[in-house]
């Protein structure tokens, strides 16, 4: 259906395509906020409009400025100047700045090396931008420019006031972006998740919130969504939500303040240096403040079986190990078993396979994740540790794929290795009976004391390890509570005996913290708004050749319980072609589609990274370029 203008206040307008543009009417002249695809420039005339002044962007989020290229020759915009938030110029105007062939931990906006901003995927220079404390002057309208970043790290809202001071109808007008919706809704929360787990976007929301509450008679004009009159009951319910989702989304244990005194209570000291002893089989590295991945499984026979192996000082890591074969009598060893796919949990492996002669193992989940990090737009790949001293590999080749629930016979053990995602979908758990008890290997997804009923357990929640709540932490806790252990041993040299109280805690949050996520948003399914994965190209970054082709394919997944049609645009810059470049894909209830495509870069094509956008439309709904790819050209 054709967009058409609704007036929502004297002299100002609302078009609504990827997302809804705001004319501001002075006789022919105007100015918008936000733009969208841009289709309301040809649509001006309707309203009397022929000339474009100003175009003022509360954000830099693709699906706001899209269609920035149509201003170009567009008869009504000659001349036109361009407005943005100064804490996201660079957003603007280098968008290639915050994508990278190979990320590390330290990139800015990035969570773990994972990018949480969606830049345009061309730049779009800045006449003019605004302080977090500026105003704006327009054919006698003067706008407070404030920040109220949270969806955004430095978004923008454009305050107007309405009417004299005093009068029973003055009030302000606010041009809010994407803070919040009506209903008490957020846009995403995939742009609004800043931290590995600290719920930075949480609180830069309330105060950006609990801001704009304080200005009366306020209405709202939200880039999506319909106007908010009388806002600062919507805000103050927003901030309510905001709070209560706090207590559940953040880390479920006492991370920085008393986690050491809970990290371990069962491990004795050995006769080598901080080797310490789990039970007569197990053994791992104890330290003061010391949170390396490693615990040590070891035969009658004296081999040894590791899991995982990460963030050690590599010549402390031989000391240990050679100290464990002079005197405990350690024969070699045999594997270390991976549990999951984040990089700090086999820094130290490709180390032990080459001075000790060992494989590497891991779960069919997890393998490709391994092989092929960079295919993948996740948190804490393997390649963005190489930044640490020890961050020499950008993959590690796995010798043997375990099947899921395979049993794994191993010397005079056996193990299950199940899928166990929680923390993130490429991980599992490895479990058996050792040494007369139920001894779990649970790699990052549980940690804590089961005698503190305030702690939850869950390490982190971060939608970009690809794993929503039931998927994830739901499973998670269903699984751990169904093989009932007496003993996790947990990632980062967490050692938990008898964690049943602790599991029974860990499965009642995330009930919880599915309900409050339902509660922000108006999707239909909360994991078309919290997944940032839903729409995706595979691998992420796609190397082409000059005058060559490149194979990758779209994925998208339906989260509805009814079918969803899904149509889709990939949007190239110059030099770049997808076939097909167009798709239309009908996905059925709760599946997935995939589809090939051909991605091929020009003779001419300027070497190094390009922006790929995938535009999308749902079920009829006009979305936007939500998603993207990188094209590493050359």
């Not at 989702?245 to 004795?268: I, N, Y």
């Not at 040494?435 to 869950?458: E, L, M, Y």
Request: hydrophobic share 40%.
């Amino acid at each position: 259906m054709k967009p058409t203008f609704t007036e929502v206040a004297p002299g100002i307008f609302r078009w609504t395509d990827t997302c809804n543009a705001y004319v501001i009417k002075d006789g022919s002249a105007a100015i918008l906020i936000d733009l969208g695809d841009g289709s309301v420039l040809d649509d001006l005339p309707q309203i009397g409009v022929t000339t474009v002044e100003w175009v003022l962007f509360t954000h830099h989020h693709r699906e706001q400025c899209q269609g920035f290229p149509k201003l170009a020759g567009h008869a009504a915009c000659r001349g036109v100047k361009i407005a943005a938030p100064a804490a996201e110029r660079d957003l603007f105007e280098k968008p290639l700045d915050f994508r990278h062939a190979v990320p590390q931990l330290s990139d800015k906006f990035t969570v773990h090396g994972a990018s949480y901003v969606r830049p345009p995927i061309q730049p779009i220079p800045i006449d003019r931008a605004f302080e977090k404390m500026d105003s704006f002057a327009w054919r006698g309208r003067e706008f407070w420019c404030a920040e109220t970043a949270g969806n955004s790290p430095g978004s923008m809202s454009y305050l107007l006031r309405q009417g004299r001071e005093g009068d029973a109808k003055a009030g302000w007008l606010a041009f809010t972006g994407d803070l919040m919706h009506d209903g008490a809704m957020l846009h995403t929360w995939f742009d609004s998740e800043w931290d590995y787990g600290f719920c930075k976007g949480i609180y830069t929301l309330a105060t950006a919130a609990g801001y704009l509450e304080g200005f009366a008679s306020l209405t709202m004009l939200p880039a999506h969504g319909p106007p908010i009159a009388d806002a600062a009951p919507q805000l103050a319910a927003f901030q309510r939500k905001l709070r209560r989702l706090d207590k559940v989304m953040k880390r479920g244990w006492e991370v920085f303040t008393f986690a050491g005194c809970d990290q371990d209570r069962v491990s004795k000291p050995t006769a080598v240096p901080h080797l310490w002893q789990v039970s007569p089989h197990l053994y791992k590295v104890r330290g003061h403040e010391y949170w390396v991945n490693f615990h040590m499984l070891v035969s009658d026979d004296g081999h040894a079986l590791l899991i995982d192996c990460g963030l050690f000082d590599r010549k402390h890591l031989d000391r240990v190990l050679d100290g464990a074969r002079d005197r405990l009598g350690l024969k070699g060893i045999d594997a270390i078993l991976v549990t999951h796919m984040h990089g700090d949990h086999f820094l130290d492996a490709e180390h032990v396979r080459k001075t000790r002669g060992c494989e590497i193992w891991t779960h069919e989940r997890v393998v490709d994740l391994l092989e092929r990090p960079l295919d993948y737009d996740l948190d804490a790949m393997i390649p963005a540790y190489r930044e640490r001293p020890t961050g020499d590999i950008q993959s590690l080749k796995v010798d043997r794929v375990i099947a899921d629930g395979e049993v794994i016979r191993w010397r005079d053990h056996m193990l299950a290795c199940d899928w166990m995602p929680g923390q993130t979908e490429f991980a599992c758990c490895v479990h058996g009976e050792i040494d007369g008890k139920r001894v779990a290997f649970t790699g990052d997804n549980i940690f804590g004391s089961p005698a503190d009923p305030a702690q939850h357990g869950h390490e982190a929640v971060v939608a970009r390890n690809s794993c929503t709540v039931e998927e994830g932490y739901g499973l998670a806790g269903r699984y751990l509570h169904g093989i009932a252990p007496d003993l996790i041993l947990g990632g980062h040299s967490w050692a938990i005996e008898n964690p049943g109280p602790l599991i029974e805690r860990y499965m009642a949050a995330s009930d919880e913290l599915r309900a409050a996520l339902a509660d922000l948003t108006s999707e239909k399914d909360y994991r078309l708004w919290f997944d940032p994965y839903w729409a995706r190209v595979h691998p992420y970054r796609v190397n082409a050749k000059p005058g060559a082709a490149a194979e990758a394919a779209i994925v998208v997944k339906n989260f509805l319980d009814v079918p969803t049609v899904y149509e889709l645009k990939l949007v190239c810059p110059p030099g770049l072609r997808i076939d097909p470049s167009v798709a239309t894909l009908r996905v059925e209830a709760g599946a997935a589609r995939r589809l090939p495509v051909s991605v091929s870069a020009a003779q001419d094509a300027a070497a190094g990274l390009a922006l790929v956008a995938i535009d999308i439309t749902q079920d009829g709904a006009r979305r936007g370029q939500l998603f993207d790819v990188i094209v590493n050209v050359g």
